[in-house]
């Protein structure tokens, strides 16, 4: 299973259930299952397939959570930019995974180098993106496949993009619920 079919079989066991939780805002399964799959079919009717790499560079937010599942939903993977890297940093990431689209906000704009990818601000063209079919993403995905890009520290000169696939992360996520249950 993918990351992201575990999230929506969750929504169908339970839609009304808290799925986020950020400051005064609640989303529900629902509500992030389905503001994820317009995104998911916003992005794949924008050429995002199967492992093609994302930017994602928002902070910690409900549409962080709805980017991330969006990208896997449209079988890409996901590279983590924090807003509060150095430009130069960022630059290297975008110029060395050579994403053609980035997902942002706003009040980052500024703060993101220049690049050559599409840019998309999770908040201000959200309108346009709520119009998508909300109908669930069926692109094909594999556990194999690859789900985001982490870059390491980078303190043996240049940072290093590790990629890590669904079955990795889902391996994890089930090692530490056995291991530390919540």
């Known amino acids: 299973r993918t990351i992201h079919q575990l999230v929506e079989q969750q929504a169908d066991r339970s839609p009304n259930a808290i799925a986020?939780?950020?400051?005064?805002?609640?989303?529900?399964?629902?509500?992030l299952n389905d503001r994820s799959n317009k995104l998911?079919?916003?992005?794949?009717m924008n050429g995002i397939g199967a492992e093609t790499m994302v930017?994602?560079?928002?902070?910690?937010?409900?549409?962080?959570?709805?980017?991330?599942?969006?990208?896997?939903?449209?079988?890409?993977a996901y590279v983590p930019?924090?807003?509060?890297?150095?430009?130069?940093?960022l630059a290297f990431m975008l110029e060395d995974t050579q994403t053609p689209t980035v997902l942002t906000?706003?009040?980052?704009?500024?703060?993101?180098?220049?690049?050559r990818a599409?840019?998309?601000?999770?908040?201000?063209?959200?309108?346009?993106i709520s119009n998508t079919d909300p109908a669930p993403q069926r692109a094909p995905a594999s556990a194999e496949q690859l789900a985001y890009?982490?870059?390491?520290?980078?303190?043996?000169?240049?940072?290093?993009?590790?990629?890590?696939?669904?079955?990795?992360?889902?391996?994890h996520l089930f090692w530490r619920r056995q291991r530390m249950p919540l």
């Open 118 to 128: 599409r840019v998309i601000c999770l908040d201000s063209d959200w309108q346009t």
């Open 81 to 89: 930019m924090d807003p509060t890297y150095p430009r130069a940093r």
């Open 105 to 115: 906000q706003q009040r980052l704009l500024e703060h993101l180098p220049e690049t």
């Open 20 to 31: 986020v939780v950020f400051e005064d805002q609640e989303l529900t399964y629902r509500e």
């Open 149 to 171: 890009v982490m870059y390491t520290s980078g303190s043996t000169g240049r940072p290093k993009g590790v990629m890590v696939n669904h079955a990795s992360v889902c391996n």
């Open 40 to 44: 998911a079919n916003y992005l794949s």
């Open 55 to 76: 930017g994602i560079f928002v902070e910690r937010s409900p549409e962080m959570v709805i980017g991330l599942l969006g990208i896997l939903k449209a079988g890409g």
